[in-house]
């Protein structure tokens, strides 16, 4: 195999050009969903706009979802009704504009008594405050269904709930705890990859042309006079940058930027969720492919999911500071075990069967003694000034309206700049959801028809992947060989390069973590680390030094943030991973 030839990174040609042209008309800090969501939205608009991040893209809250997309059925019990009907709308929007990573999500609900929780539920719904936890009756839940489905009418992108009896629910799922009484069963939407979606968002906006501008690694660490001062994490150089309207949106870290620009808030509060990921066929099986979703006995809302041929677990809500990195505790772990068996009570689950643990913060409002589970998920946009230059905070928000929010925020913005709105992206398609075959029939057509230099079976692995955006990809596999990768052989050597070439790859864990699913589905041995190393050294020009940094940085990282067992053998691919 020929290695390619190192050349000046992505990242650092983008850096070069802001730092040379340091002005724009609007500056978004902070590349999660919602600051990406945004920045395409604007970019769109045609608006001069530059995107920075003091970590990787989607490295902060909107790496730690539960990837969903979902309506919020249990927000109707905080009365959040316009959120509930945004969500599902948005929802329904996705699948439609995303179908590559967004995909209906059937989800069961077991139900373990009738009427429970019909008179703590209004005090619930008036006060905010937890109570004593009592599980939701059917009654109650029935009444949530019938609410939920009249806010999805656009021709019915999801079908509507049902309800079953202890017998027939047995009978779809014998492994359900028999004490049950009912289950509801209705569809939300799964999102297999949220990072790779929020990157298809960002190259949306990127590839608009020169005046949108996206660069990760390059933080905002203060202002002087109406300039921010703007950092290269990597070179710790230093410059000033001008624009019209400064658009925060850091997420859980919000009040930190505004105080690293001289104007402290207090706007944020925002809690921990940790989820852990399984290795457990049997749990797999039992799951039925639908995610089960229910309340715990604390009262907490709770969720074990079939996703890449592993089982999720989450989440948790506990109070965190956003100055603290959020890891799962092992409190955590036995907290989903507990949960696991009151659901599947005759499936063992050890934490040998955990390949990954995740954790992050929510980017919730400020919330004084309201129980963290009634915290509103709806967002508000706070409006500040910094030496003349407007500056909007985004407080709260959530990745299933990530579209309504960027349009709103931008709608602000233009709303500054006495710009009108040209561009909708209420149908718009997003990344490689734009032509994606949405039919078994179109999906053999498309794949039959790039079937040349690689297998049918590879097309249509890379369009799964990554949508029709495959097919740049492609393209350039019909020059070479495929060499699938030792460790992950469901990824090959030219896919890795061709992604670290791509997609402003600066890191070992940008790429491990963001990039591929392989750290999520417990394939990041450290054989694969270094092969994976070794590739990305091939592309960015990394000396054995740095490679080597890279290997041990990226080896902490896994052990400490995500609890891997980097000294397990290769784990065999899981059939179904992506």
């Not at 004593?132 to 709930?161: N, Q």
């Amino acid at each position: 195999m020929v290695r390619p030839t190192p050349r000046p990174s992505e990242r650092r040609a983008t850096v070069s050009a802001i730092a040379e042209r340091p002005n724009a008309q609007v500056l978004v800090i902070g590349a999660g969903i919602n600051g990406i969501a945004t920045f395409r939205d604007l970019a769109l608009q045609g608006i001069d706009v530059v995107l920075v991040e003091r970590d990787d893209f989607v490295s902060g809250a909107s790496s730690a979802s539960s990837h969903m997309i979902h309506g919020g059925v249990r927000y109707l019990e905080n009365g959040e009704f316009r959120l509930v009907r945004e969500s599902v709308q948005e929802r329904n929007r996705l699948i439609k504009t995303a179908p590559h990573y967004v995909k209906p999500l059937r989800t069961t609900i077991p139900i373990y008594s009738t009427f429970s929780g019909i008179l703590s539920a209004p005090l619930r719904f008036l006060t905010h405050k937890a109570g004593k936890p009592t599980e939701r009756g059917a009654a109650l839940i029935k009444v949530g269904m019938v609410l939920y489905d009249s806010f999805s009418r656009d021709g019915g992108s999801v079908p509507r709930h049902r309800f079953l009896g202890r017998t027939r629910s047995l009978e779809e799922l014998p492994r359900l705890n028999a004490g049950l009484k009912y289950t509801a069963t209705y569809y939300d939407a799964s999102m297999h990859d949220p990072e790779r979606l929020a990157l298809d968002v960002l190259r949306d906006g990127v590839e608009t042309g020169p005046t949108a501008r996206a660069a990760n690694r390059l933080s905002a660490v203060g202002a002087d006079g109406g300039s921010i001062v703007l950092r290269d994490e990597e070179t710790g150089e230093t410059f000033p940058f001008t624009a019209d309207v400064v658009v925060n949106a850091s997420g859980p870290w919000t009040d930190l930027t505004n105080a690293g620009l001289g104007k402290p808030t207090s706007y944020m509060g925002g809690t921990k969720g940790s989820h852990i990921v399984l290795d457990h066929p049997e749990l797999l099986e039992a799951t039925g492919g639908r995610e089960i979703f229910f309340e715990h006995e604390d009262g907490r809302i709770v969720l074990i999911y079939p996703l890449k041929g592993m089982v999720m677990v989450g989440t948790t809500d506990l109070e965190a500071d956003p100055t603290k990195p959020a890891v799962c505790t092992e409190e955590e772990v036995d907290y989903f075990f507990d949960l696991v068996k009151h659901v599947f009570p005759d499936i063992a689950v050890d934490r040998s069967q955990i390949v990954y643990r995740f954790s992050g913060i929510r980017p919730l409002p400020g919330h004084g003694d309201t129980a963290p589970g009634f915290v509103s998920r709806d967002y508000r946009i706070v409006e500040g000034d910094l030496a003349g230059t407007p500056v909007l905070s985004l407080v709260g928000g959530k990745w299933t309206t990530f579209r309504a929010l960027g349009e709103h925020l931008a709608n602000e913005v233009l709303g500054k700049l006495g710009r009108e709105r040209t561009v909708s992206t209420t149908s718009l398609p997003i990344g490689g959801g734009r032509d994606y075959p949405t039919t078994p029939a179109a999906r053999r057509v498309w794949v039959s028809s790039r079937a040349d230099a690689l297998s049918t079976e590879r097309v249509d692995e890379l369009l799964e992947r990554y949508g029709t955006r495959a097919d740049a990809f492609i393209a350039l596999a019909d020059e070479a060989d495929e060499q699938p990768l030792e460790t992950v052989p469901s990824y090959s050597r030219e896919e890795i390069a061709h992604i670290v070439r791509t997609e402003q790859v600066v890191h070992l864990d940008d790429l491990l973590l963001r990039r591929t699913s392989i750290a999520f589905t417990g394939r990041a041995s450290r054989a694969a680390l270094h092969e994976l190393a070794e590739i990305t050294a091939g592309v960015l020009g990394w000396d054995e030094t740095t490679t080597d940094a890279e290997v041990e940085r990226m080896a902490a990282l896994l052990v400490e943030r995500h609890g891997v067992d980097l000294d397990a053998s290769t784990r065999k691919e899981t059939n179904g991973v992506r």
